[in-house]
């Protein structure tokens, strides 16, 4: 989280937010179908800009810092938890995934590919939009793309 706020003037995150999610750098870990449902839960559009998304909530930060600044560790963490940002999930998603590893990839459960495809809300769900990103690679989201949507 800090080291993602304290560089937000690298030009990483001068791409769409669905690019800069595949930057290990910053997102270590975070892969494609990671960066659709942690988008898609948030209602983010893939294609808005990086930094755009990661200053609010940089701003977000601050302001409940000013406004509540003897709120206690516990209390924090309970707020991330009902109330989740995008980094935030980039720590629970794959979290999500690990605990449930598994049910959805022991070869010995017969059911474990339509397990992890109950657990997809965005990434391969029909109904859902797709666009490749200017890596090549496929987004699937809800909405609008966003403004730095390729043509």
């Not at 206690?72 to 995008?86: A, F, I, Q, V, W």
């Not at 999930?89 to 605990?99: F, G, K, Q, S, Y």
Request: charged letters at 30%; aromatic letters at 8%; one cysteine or more.
């Amino acid at each position: 989280r800090e080291n993602v706020l304290r560089n937000l003037d690298d030009k990483a995150f001068d791409k769409p937010i669905c690019e800069t999610l595949l930057n290990q750098k910053f997102f270590n870990g975070i892969g494609n179908y990671l960066r659709a449902e942690i988008l898609y839960r948030l209602k983010i559009p893939p294609f808005e800009k990086a930094r755009t998304v990661l200053e609010a909530l940089k701003d977000q930060e601050q302001a409940r810092r000013k406004k509540n600044p003897s709120l206690t560790l516990s209390k924090k963490l309970k707020l991330m938890r009902e109330n989740p940002d995008l980094l935030e999930l980039c720590h629970t998603v794959p979290m999500e995934v690990i605990a449930a590893e598994k049910k959805l990839f022991d070869p010995d459960h017969s059911d474990n590919y339509s397990a992890f495809k109950n657990w997809l809300r965005c990434y391969l769900v029909p109904g859902m939009r797709s666009l490749r990103d200017r890596s090549g690679r496929t987004i699937w989201f809800q909405g609008e793309p966003g403004p730095m949507a390729p043509k």
